[in-house]
């Protein structure tokens, strides 16, 4: 299923073969490799192609038909009953952290995007 869907996901967002390797540090004909089902990519390699499709790496498994799972500042927020070191965390801590980790995502993560 992988190889389908990184060739549905390549063409949606306008790259070719080569511009996804570079993307990735491979070369085209590694690339092509995972499309043509003679490989399979590594996991590291499917954390980037995730990243770089904005789809979760089940999604180009295969495993879920669901894109990407939103997890954000709502969904932390709307968990109940959390506690950190025995201390229960409120709404105004619950913000911080949700802030804390949407920086360290987009730091960690920033990968070049068409333009």
């Known amino acids: 299923m992988h190889a389908k869907r990184l060739k549905e996901l390549r063409l ?27 490989r399979r990519p590594p ?32 969904t932390l927020l709307e968990m109940k009953d959390l506690h950190w070191d025995g201390l229960p965390l409120d709404e105004e801590i619950l913000l911080q952290i949700a802030h804390i980790l949407e920086d360290a995502k987009k730091r960690k993560f920033q990968i070049e995007k068409p333009g």
Do not use: C, F, P
């Open 12 to 38: 949606e967002h306008g790259y070719t073969m080569e511009e996804i390797g570079k993307k990735l540090g491979i070369k085209k004909s590694s690339y092509a490799s995972y499309e043509s089902r003679y």
């Open 43 to 74: 996991l590291e390699r499917l954390r980037q192609l995730s990243q770089v499709y904005e789809v979760s790496v089940d999604y180009i498994l295969g495993i879920s038909d669901i894109r990407k799972e939103q997890h954000n500042m709502r």
